[in-house]
Structures are given as structure tokens and as C-alpha cells.
């Protein structure tokens, strides 16, 4: 069993930075294609960013591109979220998502191809 930890979310001004991290036990992170998504407040949960498990191919949604970066550490066995130039409608629960197979380029931003979840944490910008 995957079990996933996020930490690194807080409250941050307009163009500020933050990296989130997704802590997994049970199974290693180069093994697990590792995803973030979002739930900002009254809306439904959206795709962030992926990072397939092997040859390093990332996807990210177009309002992230540019500001917002997935990576691994295979050392900590953790998957983080660089997040530059944060903009208000950043504002959200950030999920951290893993799960096996292999998935072309767009399957990664579906939530049903993740198995494991974290908890969430919370990012809020604001001035």
C-alpha cells in the first residue's frame, strides 16, 4: 500500500514561491507515474502537473506552464511542486496522485489514473 504525505503549502503574496512536497511510503517514486492536482474553493478538483514514471516526460495544464515545475527525488522518495509567480486564482487544496502503468502523454492528466491520494494541503495567495 502507497501511502502519500503533502507538506509546503501556506499563504503567500501575488509572485511569490512555494514547493510542495509529496512524501510516499510503500512503494518507490521512480516506480509511480506522480501527479498533482488542485481544488480551488466551490470548484471542482483540476489537473496540475504529471511526471511519468520512466523517461521523465512531464505534462502540465496551460495556466501552470511557465510558473509551476514537477520533479523527483529517488533519494527521499519524494515528488515535489516548484511554484513560482503564484497568481490568486492559484488559490487551492493541492492533491498529491500516484499510480502504476504507462500512460501516454495526455492519459496523465486523468484522475482515474492515479490510485493512491494524499490528504491535501492548502496554498492560499493572496495580498
Known amino acids: 500500500q502507497v501511502q502519500l504525505t503533502e507538506s509546503g503549502g501556506g499563504w503567500v503574496r501575488p509572485g511569490g514561491s512555494l514547493r510542495l512536497s509529496c512524501a510516499a511510503s510503500?512503494?518507490?517514486?521512480?516506480?509511480?507515474?506522480m501527479a498533482w492536482f488542485r481544488q480551488p474553493p466551490g470548484k471542482e478538483r483540476e489537473f496540475v502537473a504529471a511526471?511519468?514514471?520512466?523517461?521523465?516526460?512531464?505534462n502540465a495544464a496551460e495556466s501552470v506552464k511557465g510558473r509551476f515545475t514537477i520533479f523527483r527525488d529517488n533519494g527521499k522518495n519524494t515528488a515535489y511542486l516548484q511554484m513560482n509567480g503564484l497568481e490568486t486564482e492559484d488559490t487551492a487544496t493541492y492533491y498529491c496522485?500516484?499510480?502504476?502503468?504507462?500512460?501516454?502523454?495526455?492519459?496523465?492528466?486523468?484522475?482515474?489514473?492515479?490510485?493512491?491520494w494524499g490528504q491535501g494541503t492548502q496554498v492560499t495567495v493572496s495580498s
Open positions: 510503500g512503494r518507490t517514486v521512480s516506480t509511480l507515474n
Open positions: 496522485a500516484a499510480g502504476g502503468g504507462n500512460p501516454i502523454s495526455s492519459s496523465l492528466r486523468l484522475p482515474s489514473l492515479y490510485e493512491y
Open positions: 511526471l511519468k514514471r520512466s523517461g521523465g516526460m512531464t
